[in-house]
Nanobody, 125 residues
């Protein structure tokens, strides 16, 4: 089992920045891909960014490219999402997640078995 706990959400004005953190415990988290998803009311939960176990591969949703950066500190079992130039449409609940299998780099939500409880991000105009 992998346990994930997000923090860092809040209210920010458009154009501002936030950094989300995800603390992992349980199995060797450094063996797992880590990802951030987000979900707005009435919408599907979609992937925002993913990072490979070694941190050498990252992927971003087109809507956040150039504004968001995913990173990880394996020594601390932490994953981060730095969000800059925030827009109103970035308002959502953000979730940290890990796939079912270690060393499996995937962007497919169906492969993700471990989820945090979510942290709310609200961007005001």
């Amino acid at each position: 089992q992998v346990q994930l706990v997000e923090s860092g959400g809040g209210l920010v004005q458009a154009g501002g920045s936030l950094r989300l953190s995800c603390a992992a415990s349980g199995r060797t988290f450094s063996d797992y891909t880590a990802a951030w998803f987000r979900q707005s009311p009435g919408k599907e939960r979609d992937i925002v960014a993913a990072i490979s176990p070694d941190g050498d591969m990252t992927n971003y949703a087109d809507s956040v490219k150039g504004r968001f950066t995913i990173s990880r500190d394996s020594a601390k079992n932490m994953v981060y999402l730095q969000m800059n130039s925030l827009k109103v449409e970035d308002t959502a609940d953000y979730y940290c997640a890990a796939p079912r299998l270690p060393r499996h780099y995937t962007l497919n939500k169906a492969n993700y078995a471990y989820w945090g409880q979510g942290t709310q991000v609200t961007v005001s105009s």
